[in-house]
């Protein structure tokens, strides 16, 4: 153990001498502990990471370990999860409460032990229990191996920019009640960007978040939307941005002035300081095309600052999107393309073993104690899922029965117009059914809105696997003509991908990582309400394509 742990004091000393080695090791200590916060010009104690809101940003190259300690310092059970990484056999470390490990209780600690195996740009990590993520996040910065250079020209400075929801309540407040009463929950009072509501909200003594810049020099800012429930638009006045990587994953550049972005996604952008001089205001806002649902549409804000400006210079201001700009986002996401060149090749898989059919939606289910005699819950083809209270991991690594059933339908139970005239009958089923598939197997997914209750923005994400998005549209999929439309060549790779309000999206992978992976709406609420299911990945021949033992201090329910 002594000799283990000198040699990780090693390799960390090496990689303080550039070009010596590379480096292997990256290793952080994350306190989970409350912290007094003040936003909106009133203060709370909201939970934290090491007393940050966001979180400590993880810095580390492609093919590095890192081994992150949680130790839980207050009374909610915490877990954390690492979205976007692949987790190659590690499965035990990807953190979702009772899909691939039990919680850490109060008092408790779990290293988190995985390598960054073939990926680079930004991702980011989050709690994934309860409502805990809404404060309890930060972000992933994987540098490219050294000596190897982003496929764009090298940017000055890069910096992350970190989007989010603030409540003035206890957030947990607001699922417990909203649980309670069988209705939607209280939307955000702010949005935040790098934890601040900015200098145009209804507390601007607190000025917000400053970007310095210099005229002449290019920035990347590495975007990542940490909010609840809420898909944003992001602006800066006078400034087109380039974009260029989402999802860790490279894009073929293109401009843009607005930049849409769903809660678990990440966009890097290169902004170019092509004025003189000057202060430019930063734009977050909601998107969400669904009249009829509440939505906190209050703009974040911040300031480009460039040097040398005089501090009396006014604000350079910018209008964003309205709420319900359907062709702005319609526009950003067409424009998504896999850079797909020679070093980074967009492997589509193109001949489907699993062609699977979801659809995607809400419905309303019996509650004797709710306000209205019933509740609102979500599913997926039907199923609303119920978390087990035992990991669904240590009941496939283990062989226990009784925790889920392997019968995930491919197929919805009935066929309608799922974006015309929906079904009387707005019940679900219950279940914690998963999805099984074998190692290396390949997977066509169509995932369809429904207009149950209200069509909507789904931003669904999958563990432990980067897709392509090989199509979309509105109303109902048609399997004969849409697949003849598919871009099975530069389709944009990513890990959440948005499923469009009375649409839907087809998106492909191949099932080559072992493991209980989940897969759910990125807005919480929707996962609250059931909007989830997973698949396993049996694994395959011998040890490398076999999960690995789950590690000793893997936390017991
Ligand atoms: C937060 O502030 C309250 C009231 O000032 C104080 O009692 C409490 O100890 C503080 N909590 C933390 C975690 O700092
Ligand atoms: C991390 O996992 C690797 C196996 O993948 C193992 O060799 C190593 O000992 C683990 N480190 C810690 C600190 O648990
Ligand atoms: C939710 O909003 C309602 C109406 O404004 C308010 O009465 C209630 O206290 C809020 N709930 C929480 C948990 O903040
Ligand atoms: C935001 O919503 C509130 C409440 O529905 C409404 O009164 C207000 O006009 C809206 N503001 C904007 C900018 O849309
Ligand atoms: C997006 O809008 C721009 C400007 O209006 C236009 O040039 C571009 O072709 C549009 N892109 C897509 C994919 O629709
Ligand atoms: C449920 O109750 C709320 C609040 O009382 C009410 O506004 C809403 O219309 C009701 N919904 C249904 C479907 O009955
Ligand atoms: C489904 O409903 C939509 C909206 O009402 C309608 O436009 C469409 O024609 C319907 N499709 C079919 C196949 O009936
Ligand atoms: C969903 O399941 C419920 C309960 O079995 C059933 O009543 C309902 O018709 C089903 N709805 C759809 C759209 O399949
Ligand atoms: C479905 O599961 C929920 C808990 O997740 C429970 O409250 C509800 O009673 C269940 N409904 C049925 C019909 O079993
Ligand atoms: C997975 O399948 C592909 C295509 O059939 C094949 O080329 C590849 O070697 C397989 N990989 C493994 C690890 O079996
Ligand atoms: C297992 O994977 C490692 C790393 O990818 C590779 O070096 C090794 O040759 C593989 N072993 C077998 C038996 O395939
Ligand atoms: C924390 O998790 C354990 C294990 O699943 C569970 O028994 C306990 O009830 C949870 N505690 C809270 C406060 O939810
Ligand atoms: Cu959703």
């Given amino acids: 153990m002594e000799v283990v742990r000198w040699i990780r004091v090693l390799l960390l000393v090496a990689c303080l001498f550039p070009a010596s080695v590379q480096c292997m090791v990256r290793e952080y200590k994350f306190n989970v502990v409350m912290k007094n916060a003040t936003r909106l010009c009133s203060t709370k104690p909201i939970v934290t990471v090491n007393g940050y809101f966001p979180g400590p940003t993880i810095v580390a190259?492609?093919?590095?370990?890192?081994?992150?300690?949680?130790?839980?310092?207050?009374?909610?059970?915490?877990?954390?999860?690492?979205?976007?990484?692949?987790?190659?056999?590690?499965?035990?470390?990807?953190?979702?409460a009772y899909i691939t490990q039990c919680p850490i209780q109060p008092g408790q600690n779990y290293i988190y032990n995985f390598t960054l195996a073939g990926q680079r740009g930004t991702l980011w990590w989050h709690a994934h229990i309860l409502w805990l993520r809404a404060t309890v996040h930060g972000a992933i910065v994987i540098l490219p191996k050294r000596g190897v250079p982003y496929p764009f020209p090298k940017p000055h400075k890069e910096v992350t920019v970190i989007l989010s929801e603030w409540w003035k309540s206890d957030v947990e407040a607001v699922i417990n009640e909203a649980l309670k009463s069988g209705l939607a929950p209280n939307?955000?009072?702010?949005?935040?960007?790098?934890?601040?509501?900015?200098?145009?909200?209804?507390?601007?003594?607190?000025?917000?978040?400053?970007?310095?810049?210099?005229?002449g020099k290019t920035y990347m800012l590495r975007l990542i939307n940490a909010a609840l429930n809420e898909e944003l638009f992001f602006k800066i006045a006078g400034h087109k941005l380039t974009v260029v990587e989402v999802d860790a994953a490279y894009v073929k550049p293109f401009n843009t002035e607005t930049v849409l972005i769903a809660p678990g996604q990440t966009t890097n952008v290169l902004l170019s300081a092509a004025h003189a001089t000057?202060?430019?205001?930063?734009?977050?806002?909601?998107?969400?095309?669904?009249?009829?649902?509440?939505?906190?549409?209050?703009?974040?804000?911040?300031?480009?600052?460039?040097?040398?400006?005089?501090?009396?210079?006014?604000?350079?201001?910018?209008?964003?999107?309205?709420?319900n700009a359907t062709p702005v986002a319609a526009n950003f996401t067409a424009s998504l393309r896999s850079l797909n060149s020679k070093k980074y090749p967009a492997r589509v898989p193109l001949k489907i073993d699993h062609s699977l059919f979801f659809t995607i939606g809400l419905g309303i289910n019996p509650c004797a104690t709710c306000v209205n005699g019933s509740r609102v819950v979500a599913d997926i083809n039907n199923v609303t899922f119920v978390m087990p209270t035992i990991s669904l991991l240590q009941a496939h690594f283990f062989k226990i029965g009784g925790v889920f059933t392997d019968d995930f339908p491919g197929n919805p139970p009935v066929t309608y117009n799922f974006t015309g005239t929906q079904p009387a009958n707005f019940q679900t089923n219950n279940g914690t059914r998963i999805y099984r598939l074998p190692y290396n197997s390949t997977v066509q997914l169509v995932l369809q809105d429904t207009g149950m209750i209200a069509p909507e923005n789904h931003p669904l994400h999958l563990h432990g696997f980067n897709f392509f998005e090989v199509g979309r549209g509105l109303g109902n999929f048609n399997s004969k003509k849409d697949p003849k439309k598919f871009n099975l060549v530069d389709p944009v790779e990513r890990n959440t991908i948005g499923v469009p309000s009375g649409g839907w999206t087809a998106i492909r992978f191949r099932a080559d990582n072992p493991g209980v992976w989940f897969m759910h709406c990125h807005l919480e609420v929707h996962t609250t309400w059931g909007l989830k299911m997973a698949?396993?990945?049996?694994?395959?021949?011998?040890p490398n394509e076999s999960l690995l033992p789950p590690p000793s201090d893997l936390p017991k329910c």
């Fill in 278 to 323: 000057g202060k430019y205001l930063v734009a977050a806002s909601p998107f969400l095309d669904t009249p009829a649902i509440l939505v906190d549409n209050k703009t974040a804000t911040a300031t480009v600052h460039y040097s040398g400006t005089l501090g009396s210079t006014a604000t350079t201001l910018t209008v964003p999107p309205p709420r």
């Fill in 187 to 215: 939307v955000s009072d702010a949005h935040t960007i790098n934890g601040h509501p900015g200098p145009l909200s209804s507390c601007p003594s607190q000025g917000g978040f400053k970007l310095p810049v210099e005229s």
């Fill in 535 to 542: 698949f396993i990945v049996d694994n395959g021949k011998g």
């Fill in 61 to 96: 190259r492609e093919d590095d370990t890192v081994l992150v300690k949680v130790v839980n310092h207050v009374k909610y059970n915490v877990s954390i999860h690492w979205h976007g990484v692949r987790q190659l056999r590690t499965c035990w470390a990807d953190g979702p």
